[in-house]
């Protein structure tokens, strides 16, 4: 594991637990709700300095790959996430939207650094980035409107112009500056440190901004654990018959399961942000989300080890 996957770890709960208690100091609650967004677009602008879009060219090093991934990711999975916020979440639609928004966006960056942890195939995990990161953009409105519009009521155009705003415009930024500048080793892993900081400066912001609404409503992770692990377990046992009805081998197969698995809360918690304002309640849902996840896929890194 590289030093700033570790340096992760450590920043995301420090940030959760300094924000919890710098909530109660007013002037700071107050000031730094303004900086969330600013971190969030720091946050996403140098990590799509980091995404590949070369790898465009070697989506097809292994279609059936491609195919088995995309099917779970973009069709079995939203329809899941669905399934499991109607069962646990149909009394909390605020909660139920924040559910999809994270369950239907695949995960663009750590899912690599448990794929490596287990041992998989990191070229067949670059390959898919590109194409899991585009359609997730693409669809995350239309997954929103088919499964809570009509509940929520919230307007689709304002979904596509803030998504507009707070994804696709340091999208191609970061795209136009890779193009003039060398993006080299020591820079990636520059870009990759200021993505893991701005994270966690986003999330100290939004816990310290927002501490009395998370003090109050505890019962969020409560609530969200159990759908969670469903989705874990769910999604781990299908790959893992995909597996054994395909031949597929150990490497290929660790790579579907944790692109399949890990989830892009980052992404998420942005467009929440901006999207549903007066819903604190849906970017609170995303917060606690990695809490829940990274354990999660932690222990799955090693089980499939031992698995093999």
């Known amino acids: 594991m590289k030093l700033n996957e570790k340096l992760q770890m450590v920043l995301l709960p420090m940030a959760i637990v300094s924000g919890f ?11 730094s709700g303004n900086l969330t967004i600013l971190f969030l677009l720091l946050m996403l602008f140098s990590l799509f300095i980091n995404i590949p879009l070369k790898n465009f060219k070697n989506e097809f090093i292994d279609p059936k790959f491609i195919k088995v991934a995309l099917l779970i990711n973009f069709i079995w999975t939203p329809i899941l996430s669905y399934i499991l916020g109607y069962i646990f979440l149909n009394q909390h639609i605020y909660l139920w939207i924040g559910f999809i928004m994270l369950l239907v966006t695949p995960c663009t960056d750590w899912y690599i650094m448990f794929t490596d942890l287990a041992k998989g195939n990191l070229k067949l995990s670059f390959s898919i980035l590109p194409l899991n990161l585009l359609l997730q953009l693409i669809l995350l409105p239309f997954y929103l409107f088919l499964f809570t519009g009509i509940l929520s009521g919230f307007d689709l155009s304002l979904l596509v112009e803030d998504i507009f705003l707070i994804v696709v415009l340091p999208f191609i930024l970061s795209q136009v500056i890779k193009h ?8 990636s892993d520059y870009f990759e440190l200021i ?4 994270l966690a400066l986003a999330i100290f912001t939004m816990f310290s901004s927002k501490g009395s609404l998370l003090i109050n409503n505890t019962w969020v992770f409560v609530i969200l654990l159990i759908p969670f692990a469903l989705f874990f377990v769910i ?14 081998n150990y490497e290929d197969y660790v790579s579907l399961s944790l692109t399949t698995l890990a989830r892009n809360s980052p ?8 999207a549903f ?27 499939l080890r031992r698995l093999n």
């Not at 993505?195 to 701005?198: F, G, L, R, W």
């Not at 604190?280 to 917060?287: E, T």
Request: net charge positive; aromatic share 6%.
């Open 21 to 31: 208690i710098l909530s109660q100091n007013s002037f700071i609650a107050d000031f």
């Open 267 to 274: 992404i998420s918690l942005a467009i929440a942000v901006t």
């Open 235 to 248: 999604n781990f046992i299908l790959t893992r018959l995909v597996k054994i009805a395909t031949n597929m």
């Open 180 to 187: 003039f500048v060398n993006i080299n080793n020591k820079l």
């Open 195 to 198: 993505a893991i900081v701005s």
């Open 277 to 303: 304002p007066n819903q604190p309640i849906i970017a609170l849902s995303l917060v606690i989300a990695p809490l829940i996840e990274l354990p999660i896929l932690t222990i799955v890194s090693y089980t």
